[in-house]
T-cell receptor
Framework: AQSVTQLDSQVPVFEEAPVELRCNYSSSVSVYLFWYVQYPNQGLQLLLKYLSGSTLVESINGFEAEFNKSQTSFHLRKPSVHISDTAEYFCAVSPIQGAQKLVFGQGTRLTINP | ETGVTQTPRHLVMGMTNKKSLKCEQHLGHNAMYWYKQSAKKPLELMFVYSLEERVENNSVPSRFSPECPNSSHLFLHLHTLQPEDSALYLC?????????????FGEGSRLTVL
């Protein structure tokens, strides 16, 4: 079985400051890793994912995440945040074999202050 | 039209009522999912359908009954619910149920059980 721990339930930062949202996972098998974002009153959207290849993956809006197998982590970072990044961010994992079965973390609410 | 549409957006019901949640996807996908999002808890996968066949039932109580009449529609029939079933119910779809596919979520149906 898999589990995902997002260490921070809320992260307040000032606009243009850097941010890191932490994600650690536990799994007895190899996994794929995902970050989803949920803007206010909207459904979840895929932000980025790691399936294979380079351990550093990027999104189109400036976020990046690095897969660290030894530390079982997939932290999300952005060097300079904007007001529009205010949302809840969910880390998720899925075993690489079998049917699609995403396991989500509890989410981190990112609040950007002007 | 948005990719995944859920109705109703809000539902209040008593413990003896019978109601249904509806999900419709306009993306031509073959897999559909129900997730439960409760406050301060990770998203919980409830059911997975692939090509209208249920492929995953995550130990969900029988008071929740899913129905997938075709690949575009998914229902969640509710009866004799408990107050702890109050939550946001999210529907999602993906191209198929293979590992690594992006999930596209609806905006959710917020259920309150009195």
């Amino acid at each position: 079985a898999q589990s995902v721990t997002q260490l921070d339930s809320q992260v307040p930062v000032f606009e243009e400051a850097p941010v890191e949202l932490r994600c650690n996972y536990s799994s007895s098998v190899s996994v794929y890793l995902f970050w989803y974002v949920q803007y206010p009153n909207q459904g979840l959207q895929l932000l980025l994912k790691y399936l294979s290849g380079s351990t550093l993956v990027e999104s189109i809006n400036g976020f990046e995440a690095e897969f660290n197998k030894s530390q079982t982590s997939f932290h999300l970072r952005k060097p300079s945040v904007h007001i529009s990044d205010t949302a809840e961010y969910f880390c998720a994992v899925s075993p690489i074999q079998g049917a699609q079965k995403l396991v989500f973390g509890q989410g981190t609410r990112l609040t950007i202050n002007p | 039209e948005t990719g995944v549409t859920q109705t109703p957006r809000h539902l209040v019901m008593g413990m003896t009522n019978k109601k249904s949640l509806k999900c419709e996807q306009h993306l031509g996908h073959n897999a559909m999912y129900w997730y439960k999002q409760s406050a301060k808890k990770p998203l919980e996968l409830m059911f997975v359908y692939s090509l209208e066949e249920r492929v995953e039932n995550n130990s969900v109580p029988s008071r929740f009954s899913p129905e997938c009449p075709n690949s575009s529609h998914l229902f969640l029939h509710l009866h004799t619910l408990q107050p702890e079933d109050s939550a946001l119910y999210l529907c999602a779809s993906s191209q198929d149920s293979k590992i690594g596919r992006e999930l596209f979520f609806g905006e959710g149906s917020r259920l309150t059980v009195l």
